[in-house]
Structures are given as structure tokens and as C-alpha cells.
């Protein structure tokens, strides 16, 4: 779905992608990222939110963790990262994009609550309940850290939205004793409130719309205000391009975490031509033939189902190209197999021969894959070289010097 805006928009980026693997530079099963790209999005995307008032906190778990993402976007103006988990936190701390908000979506282990305190030191923390607000008040004030942490309470209220899994957080309804009860905790500081998703892509009118999850943000907050509290945090992720940072703004949102947005790849950008440029793609190779189709590596063969399933084509070559005559139609395991390979159509005229490049346009999430992470710089220049290959955890991988004797 993807790989049409790829073709249009960034064609360099897929044809030096191909080029540095035909070279022996990257390895079947990465995702490679333009970091010249990466940058300019993350200005663009810094510029518009400062215009409405936004601190923008970045999320890396879709192109895992790279640290040559994360220094793009620090290049690029965004100086905060959004840690899905911990791991993430740590990868991104790593790299020097030091931690926003911790605890959204996933919260703080007990036994790493500690740590997060003291050494990560999050501008933000979400709890979704009085025991992990405790949690977290406690390794704030503990002498470790000796610090007053801000926290955010993940609200819901019947009606909401959530994906399956994710469930959880304080009544919306009694926001106003839930933050004095934060309040009155050691170590702990009432900031604001949050949700997921707050904005959503419809299919039907292929745009984005907020969520009832919205609407409950807003509910809670005139009551703070009634209250007294004013100045409060309110955190609304999800689906969140430039696109749509005045409609949050104008929703009443202070903050905006932009993931596939700094890559071009929010469902938006599959079917408007938006400010950011694709800077994101699959990449795979050939590997045998068997009853007319050639099978290609997979590991990485995840797409985030934000849409219905599809037909999936890929670019196939074993010179660079971007052209529409090189693209093959592709059958993508079903999600409960092991995606070791992806076939190919190989009875056309075209010839598909072993050790292709192949090349795929997904809305991805790396870090659930078994793929690798590459960075390549200077597409821009016309120098494109690779930085550095890592794995979804934002550690460098010896390739392939790993595999040589």
C-alpha cells in the first residue's frame, strides 16, 4: 500500500536501498530507513507542532529503535522520545534521544521502576491505576532518584476506544479526586491526563477523525478546570501526521507523538500526498523457485493491519529500479504462520532469478519482527552509504561479519 507513495515520492531512496544490497551493505530482512528523509520530517513535523503550542515526543518502536533514527530526529528539531516500554526507553536513552513519556502503552515493571526513576528520569510518567502511581511516586522519591515525578492518568470511561490488549486506566469520572490522590503521593506530582487512540483513520471516508477517547479528554479536563487545576497536561496520540496537529491543538491537547509520521507511513499518507516523505521501506531477496513462484526471505513480513488485507506487490530486480514494469505481485503468509518467506508471482515474462533485491512498501512495526535496521544517509547528496544495522532493540549487529569464518 505504501510502495506506490515510495515509487512517487522518494524514488532514489528505493533504487540506492537496492544498489547497497546488491552490493553486499545490507542483509535480506531489514528495514532500511533514509535518514536524510527522517531529518526533513522531523523538522517539518517540529515546526507545525511549535506553531500550536505542542511538545512533541517522538515514538522509534515502528523502525526499531534505530539509533540513527533517533539522531535524525534529534537533527531534526525533536528532542524527546515516547518509550512504548522499557526496552525502548533504553534504546533511546542509548542513542541520546533522552525519555518524554514512559508508561504509554505499556507500563513500568515494579522491579524497573527504579531504574526509570533514577536513570531515565521521564518528563512524563503514565500509570493506569493507584498501585503503579505508587509504584512510580516511590522510586521518584526514593534516595536513588530524589526527585518529584510527573505523572500522567491513562483515563477511560464507557464508550471508549481501544485495541484488544490495551485496556486499562483510571475513570474519567473521578479525575478530580484521582489527581489530588497523585497529588498527595511522595515523590509524585499530578500532571495531566491521557488515552489511545485519540485520533483514528476511517476507512470509509479515508480520513483521520478523533475517537470517543477524545471527547472523554475533554470532559476531564473542564472538570480539573472546575476544580482549579488549570495548566495540565493533555497527551492524545494516535495516527498523528502534521496533518492534523491543529485539530488536536483546537481539541485542547498540549502534547502529540509522532511515530509513523516522521516516516510518512500514518494510513493518511497512503492516500493523500502529505508534507512528509516516505522514508521507510522493506527489503528482502530471492531465494528459490518452487511450483511458479519465487520465495523470497522474510522476518519482517509484518503489516500493521490499519487496513483490510490487500493485494501486495513488491519490486523485484537485481538492478536498481522504481519502475511500475518491475513490480510482482507477492502472497504474504497469514499472520498465524511463521513468515519465513514471501512468494512471489514468477510466471510473467519478467524473469525472477535467486539473490534479486526485493522490495516491499509496509506500514511496518519492526520491533515485533525478527528483522534487522539500517540506516542509510545521503540519498539527499547523492551519496547514499549505510550507517549502521541493528536489531529491534537498537543494538549493532556485526554484519555480515557476524557470519564470516
Known amino acids: 500500500m505504501f510502495l506506490d507513495v515510495l515509487m512517487r515520492r522518494n524514488p532514489a531512496f528505493i533504487e540506492a536501498a537496492m544498489a547497497l544490497h546488491q552490493a553486499g551493505k545490507i542483509p535480506a530482512n531489514a528495514y532500511v530507513l533514509d535518514l536524510d528523509a527522517v531529518e526533513r520530517n522531523a523538522r517539518l513535523f ?34 524527546r522520545s515516547v518509550a512504548v516500554d522499557m526496552a525502548c526507553a533504553l534504546a533511546c536513552d542509548r542513542a541520546g534521544l533522552k525519555t518524554g513519556h514512559l508508561g504509554h502503552l ?78 498527595a503521593l511522595e515523590g509524585g506530582a499530578f500532571a ?16 483521520v477523525k478523533p475517537t470517543p477517547n477524545l471527547s472523554t479528554l475533554a470532559r476531564a479536563a473542564e472538570a480539573l478546570a472546575g476544580a482549579g487545576r488549570g495548566g495540565i497536561e493533555i497527551n492524545a496520540p494516535g495516527t498523528t501526521s502534521s496533518a492534523v496537529l491543529g485539530a488536536l491543538a483546537e481539541a485542547g491537547a498540549t502534547q502529540c507523538e509522532p511515530g509513523n509520521g516522521l516516516h510518512g507511513t500514518t494510513p493518511l499518507h497512503a492516500v493523500e500526498d502529505l508534507p512528509e516523505d516516505p522514508a521507510v521501506l522493506y527489503l528482502s531477496e530471492v531465494s528459490h523457485h518452487h511450483g511458479g513462484k519465487a ?3 522474510g522476518g519482517g513480513l509484518y503489516i500493521d493491519p490499519v487496513f483490510p488485507k490487500y493485494p501486495v506487490k513488491a519490486l523485484v530486480s ?5 519502475r511500475q514494469s518491475d513490480l510482482l505481485e507477492v502472497e504474504i503468509p497469514d499472520y498465524s504462520a511463521i513468515d519465513y518467506y514471501a512468494m512471489i508471482d514468477a510466471t510473467s515474462p ?56
Open 192 to 207: 495531566g491526563i491521557t488515552t489511545f487512540p485519540a485520533l483514528l483513520f476511517d476507512l470509509e471516508t479515508r480520513k
Open 318 to 322: 537485481s538492478e536498481p529500479t522504481s
Open 106 to 183: 505499556v507500563q513500568v515493571p515494579r522491579q524497573e521502576a527504579a531504574f526509570a526513576a533514577a536513570k531515565l528520569q521521564p518528563d512524563y510518567w503514565t500509570v493506569f491505576s493507584s498501585e503503579k502511581a505508587q509504584e512510580a511516586a516511590a522510586a521518584a522519591a526514593a534516595k536513588s532518584a530524589g526527585r518529584t515525578q510527573n505523572l500522567l492518568a491513562r483515563i477511560q470511561t464507557e464508550g471508549d476506544t481501544f485495541y484488544r490488549g490495551h485496556e486499562g486506566g483510571f475513570d474519567a469520572q473521578d479525575i478530580v479526586a484521582v489527581a489530588a490522590e497523585l497529588d
Open 295 to 297: 520465495y523470497c526471505f
Open 350 to 405: 519478467k524473469p525472477v532469478r535467486a539473490g534479486d533485491t526485493v522490495v516491499f512498501g509496509f506500514r511496518g512495526q519492526a520491533f515485533v519482527t525478527r528483522a534487522l535496521v539500517v540506516g542509510i544517509s545521503g540519498v539527499s547528496a547523492g551519496t547514499p552509504a549505510v550507517t549502521t544495522i541493528e536489531n529491534g532493540f537498537g543494538d549493532a549487529v556485526s554484519w555480515p561479519g557476524a557470519f564470516q569464518q
Open 46 to 79: 517540529k515546526g507545525e507542532a511549535d506553531k500550536h503550542g505542542l511538545k512533541t515526543f517522538a515514538m522509534t518502536k515502528q523502525v526499531g529503535r534505530h539509533s540513527g533514527f533517533c539522531q535524525a530526529v534529534m537533527r531534526g528539531g525533536i528532542e
